[in-house]
């Protein structure tokens, strides 16, 4: 696949040390209005690579922006990374795109889904950074490529990046190495979450369990898995429930 147009990106990953996790890319954008679907929408999914170290700070990136903070950014949601793996998976749907195109802060190399926890301290340039949720993304998503039905194929493909926050604000730079500073001390993975975010009536009652003592993971998500955990240990009685 070529990379050619996705200036200020650094080397293309494929030239990538593997198993050497690293920041191929720093995109940022402020919001801004789009059409859609008839409307005018603000959204701040459009990023565009830079060059140059950019400040990483308590709730986000210098240069970047979301336009509704009741669902995007805040502390919970500082940075969004997004694995530059990730890119040939989608070609045949959405073309070739430059980095930045998913709305990701960080494209990266040698972090993915499946391997990566909830919770897991990552040192970035000077930045000390922690793994909090994975991206659960609303019709913005559809928005920047014009693909309805985008966002749920996201899901579903689990290729879905993820949110951090900042412990220690710093300074971020393609090229810089990506060092796991603090492993999480349970197993539950970024990947975990989504599948059970999926699964729609058939979770695993045990892994809904861990995942709402998460710490790290952030409140409303945490929320969002009581009452499925209500929802089913009511379902299936008091005695059931009580022996789960």
């Known amino acids: 696949m070529s990379h050619a147009?996705?200036?200020?990106?650094?080397?293309?990953p494929e030239r990538r040390a593997p198993g050497?996790?690293?920041?191929?890319?720093?995109?940022?954008?402020?919001?801004?209005?789009h059409p859609w679907n008839g409307t005018t929408v603000r959204t701040g999914i459009f990023k565009r690579p830079v060059p140059d170290a950019v400040r990483v700070a308590r709730l986000n990136l210098d240069g970047d922006g979301q336009a509704d903070a009741s669902v995007h950014g805040g502390e919970a949601k500082a940075v969004y990374a997004y694995p530059a793996e990730h890119y040939d998976a989608w070609r045949?749907?959405?073309?070739?795109?430059?980095?930045?195109?998913?709305?990701e802060n960080l494209t990266t190399t040698g972090l993915v889904e499946t391997a990566t926890r909830i919770g897991d301290r990552l040192r970035v340039g000077t930045a000390e950074l922690v793994v909090t949720q994975p991206r659960l993304p609303c019709y913005k998503l559809e928005l920047r490529f014009g693909r309805p039905g985008l966002s749920k194929h996201f899901l579903e493909r689990g290729l879905t990046g993820f949110y951090l926050s900042v412990a220690v604000e710093g300074t971020v730079q393609a090229g810089d190495r990506i060092e796991l500073v603090g492993r999480a001390a349970h197993t539950v993975t970024v990947a975990?979450?989504?599948?059970?975010?999926q699964a729609e009536g058939r979770e695993?009652?045990?892994?809904?369990?861990?995942?709402?003592?998460?710490?790290?993971?952030?409140?409303?998500?945490?929320?969002?898995?009581?009452?499925?955990?209500?929802?089913?240990e009511g379902a299936a009685g008091p005695e059931r429930a009580g022996g789960a």
Do not use: I, M, T
């Open 92 to 103: 045949a749907e959405v073309g070739e795109q430059a980095w930045g195109a998913f709305g």
């Open 5 to 12: 147009g996705r200036s200020g990106a650094g080397a293309p």
């Open 20 to 33: 050497a996790p690293q920041v191929v890319s720093v995109n940022v954008g402020r919001p801004r209005e």
């Open 204 to 232: 695993d009652l045990e892994a809904v369990r861990r995942v709402c003592e998460l710490a790290d993971l952030p409140e409303r998500v945490r929320r969002h898995f009581r009452k499925v955990l209500a929802a089913r």
């Open 192 to 197: 975990d979450v989504v599948r059970l975010y």
